[in-house]
């Protein structure tokens, strides 16, 4: 009775929304949660590094695991029917509260704990680590600040997205020289590319072209990996040789993650139907209510798992039984364990979003709010002064205190409630 009651109150809850469209964005966070709670190996030296590190036949996974092109595509559409709706001012308000508000709860929670202990190699270096995928959050929140002006750009879809495209490209080509740091540019250069693609989903849905279309691209990003100046990974690894295709992201990353997006518009209808049945719906219903948070408190979950194993001397050899067993096992508790910490969360984050400030400006306090967020990912929460993003200086202290304020200033007086915001992004 009571699973009956839960199972009505979402259906209900989630009345009238595009449940295929929610999935793609629940799934995709949770297939990268649980990457992540798989890749960390402690290899018996008192260091923790990424499985792929001792076990480099599994960088092929990499072109499974990297799902987060599919997410951007579905946050697309979302954005620009919710910017249809509620016009610019309420959706930039809607978003930013939306993205804004998990962000500074977890960014409040782990500065206030970790500044106070000084500036240690170890306290810092925890900050970062505890920071480090934060990243997703700043760029999701510019690339969505964007779609105001961007959701302009679809009526002539070829020359746009080939310009983009070649735009990206050429950027690839100064990661080769002196100036690579101008390299960097691509990181919202290409997961705007991907959210400009996925403008077009709706109009691509069920064609019966896409599917062939899209293992056409993603076969060209495997070639190209190999034949250009890239890694063979779509994530970074320490060792693998070539451009990091994620860090900062690359061309190969772009048309790959172009290639998921037909694939997946082509098999939209059957994701559909397999979603209308209710019992399938629930479970992505409630990952998806609480996606972002599950984000960011799988990293802690994550990290405490590589701590424990690390204390009590866990070194089994990579993918071995034992080293399986204890994996798994981290996948079903950080799974869980990051729902329930999200919706405990999630209580000061509305606390937080109901604040209201004098000053209404959404469109440039959520920029501002992206970029901090990018710069809390490279300077970590407990750094009170040093190298930020792309080599800026940086605070713990002054980016917790800029990334209020961009909150503050999305969320004027004069906004008014916006229920999309309430969702996952």
Same mark, same amino acid.
């Given at each position: 009775?009571?699973?009956?009651?839960?199972?009505?109150?979402?259906?209900?809850?989630? =009345?009238?929304?595009?449940?295929?469209?929610?999935? %793609?964005?629940?799934?995709?966070?949770?297939?990268?949660?649980?990457?992540?709670?798989?890749?960390?190996?402690?290899?018996?030296?008192?260091?923790?590094?990424?499985?792929?590190?001792?076990?480099?036949?599994?960088?092929?996974?990499?072109?499974?695991?990297?799902?987060?092109p599919?997410?951007?595509?579905?946050?697309?559409?979302?954005?620009?029917?919710?910017?249809?709706?509620?016009?610019?001012?309420? @959706?930039?308000?809607?978003? *930013?509260?939306?993205?804004?508000?998990? $962000? %500074?709860?977890?960014?409040?929670?782990?500065?206030?704990?970790?500044?106070?202990?000084g500036?240690?190699?170890?306290?810092?270096?925890?900050?970062?680590?505890?920071?480090?995928?934060?990243?997703?959050?700043?760029?999701?929140?510019?690339?969505?600040?964007?779609?105001?002006?961007?959701?302009?750009?679809? !009526?002539?879809?070829?020359?746009?997205?080939?310009?983009?495209?070649?735009?990206? $490209?050429?950027?690839?080509?100064?990661?080769?020289?002196?100036? !690579?740091?101008?390299?960097?540019?691509?990181?919202?250069?290409?997961?705007?590319?991907?959210?400009? $693609?996925? @403008?077009?989903?709706?109009h691509?849905?069920?064609?019966?072209?896409?599917?062939?279309?899209?293992?056409?691209?993603?076969?060209?990003?495997?070639?190209?990996?190999?034949?250009?100046?890239?890694?063979?990974?779509?994530i970074?690894?320490?060792?693998?040789?070539?451009l990091?295709?994620?860090?900062? #992201?690359?061309?190969?990353?772009a048309?790959?993650?172009?290639?998921? %997006?037909?694939?997946?518009?082509?098999?939209?209808?059957?994701?559909?139907?397999?979603?209308?049945?209710?019992?399938?719906?629930?479970?992505?219903?409630? &990952?998806?209510?609480?996606? &972002?948070? &599950?984000?960011?408190w799988?990293? #802690?979950l994550?990290?405490?798992?590589?701590?424990?194993?690390?204390?009590? *001397?866990?070194? =089994?050899?990579?993918?071995?039984?034992?080293?399986?067993?204890v994996?798994?096992?981290?996948?079903?508790? /950080? /799974? #869980?364990? =990051?729902?329930?910490?999200?919706? /405990?969360?999630?209580?000061?984050?509305?606390?937080v979003?109901? %604040?209201?400030?004098?000053?209404?400006?959404?469109?440039? =306090?959520?920029?501002?709010?992206?970029?901090?967020?990018?710069?809390?990912?490279?300077?970590?929460f407990?750094?009170?002064?040093?190298?930020?993003?792309? *080599?800026?200086?940086? !605070?713990?202290?002054?980016?917790?205190?800029?990334?209020?304020?961009?909150?503050? &200033?999305?969320s004027?007086?004069?906004?008014?409630?916006a #229920?999309e915001?309430?969702?996952?992004?």
């Amino acid at each position: 009775m009571a699973e009956t009651g839960i199972r009505a109150k979402v259906v209900a809850a989630s =009345a009238g929304r595009d449940r295929a469209l929610d999935a %793609i964005k629940a799934l995709a966070l949770l297939v990268v949660i649980v990457g992540h709670s798989l890749a960390w190996h402690t290899p018996g030296d008192g260091t923790a590094v990424n499985v792929l590190e001792k076990a480099a036949w599994l960088i092929p996974l990499t072109w499974v695991f990297q799902v987060l092109p599919l997410f951007f595509a579905a946050g697309a559409v979302s954005n620009a029917a919710s910017l249809h709706r509620h016009g610019s001012h309420d @959706y930039l308000t809607a978003r *930013g509260r939306r993205l804004l508000a998990p $962000v %500074i709860v977890y960014a409040t929670l782990w500065t206030v704990l970790l500044v106070p202990f000084g500036s240690s190699e170890a306290v810092v270096g925890a900050g970062r680590f505890l920071a480090q995928l934060l990243w997703f959050a700043g760029v999701y929140l510019l690339v969505a600040a964007a779609a105001v002006v961007t959701s302009r750009w679809v !009526s002539r879809p070829g020359l746009t997205l080939t310009l983009w495209l070649a735009l990206i $490209v050429a950027v690839d080509a100064v990661r080769t020289t002196q100036f !690579s740091a101008w390299g960097w540019i691509n990181m919202l250069l290409v997961w705007g590319w991907l959210h400009q $693609v996925g @403008y077009h989903l709706p109009h691509l849905r069920g064609r019966r072209w896409t599917v062939p279309a899209g293992i056409v691209l993603i076969a060209g990003a495997v070639l190209l990996a190999f034949i250009g100046p890239y890694s063979h990974s779509l994530i970074s690894v320490a060792g693998v040789p070539g451009l990091s295709n994620l860090a900062p #992201p690359s061309t190969v990353l772009a048309v790959y993650g172009a290639g998921q %997006i037909l694939i997946v518009a082509g098999l939209w209808n059957r994701l559909r139907a397999l979603l209308a049945d209710d019992r399938r719906w629930v479970p992505v219903a409630l &990952m998806g209510a609480r996606g &972002m948070g &599950m984000y960011l408190w799988h990293i #802690p979950l994550v990290g405490i798992a590589a701590g424990l194993a690390l204390i009590v *001397g866990f070194s =089994a050899p990579a993918l071995s039984p034992a080293w399986w067993v204890v994996h798994v096992a981290v996948v079903l508790v /950080v /799974v #869980p364990g =990051a729902w329930l910490i999200a919706g /405990v969360a999630a209580h000061p984050e509305k606390a937080v979003g109901r %604040i209201r400030f004098p000053i209404w400006i959404p469109g440039p =306090a959520s920029v501002l709010g992206g970029l901090v967020i990018l710069n809390i990912a490279a300077t970590g929460f407990a750094t009170r002064w040093g190298s930020g993003a792309v *080599g800026l200086p940086s !605070s713990a202290v002054l980016n917790l205190a800029l990334l209020w304020g961009s909150l503050l &200033m999305v969320s004027g007086r004069r906004s008014r409630s916006a #229920p999309e915001g309430t969702r996952s992004p």
